[in-house]
């Protein structure tokens, strides 16, 4: 059995900043890539940033040089800093993992957390 709890999310004023984490725990052999998706209300999930094993990154236009994501793999553990936030921004943000188990290899998924831009 494969978890993954996201913690972080919040309230903050347009500019401000945040921290999400996502901690992946159970029967876990290897983790590749590690992805933090969002979802605004009325809108299609999107993919915000990825980064593989390695510790390469990867982010959607719409958050370049604004979010940062890293990974912690003794930690089996992925962050993502969100600076200079918009209003825009506002959606639940939801971690996922592409990891090995004793099922094999599959995608696991956070339970989402809110996070809300004022302006």
């Known amino acids: 059995q494969v978890q993954l709890v996201e913690s972080g999310g919040g309230l903050v004023q347009a500019g401000g900043s945040l921290r999400l984490s996502c901690a992946a725990s159970?029967?876990?052999?290897?983790?590749?890539?590690m992805r933090w998706h969002r979802q605004a209300p009325g809108k299609q999930r999107e993919l915000v940033a990825s980064?593989?094993?390695?510790?390469?990154?990867n982010y959607a236009d719409s958050v370049k040089g604004r979010f940062t994501i890293s990974r912690d793999n003794a930690k089996n553990t992925v962050y993502l800093q969100l600076s200079s936030l918009k209003p825009e921004d506002t959606a639940v943000y939801y971690c996922?993992?592409?990891?090995?188990?004793?099922?094999?290899?599959?995608?696991?998924w956070g339970q989402g957390t809110q996070v809300t831009v004022s302006s």
């Open positions: 980064i593989t094993f390695n510790g390469i990154p």
């Open positions: 159970g029967s876990i052999g290897f983790i590749s890539a």
């Open positions: 996922s993992m592409a990891l090995y188990s004793t099922n094999g290899l599959s995608e696991y």
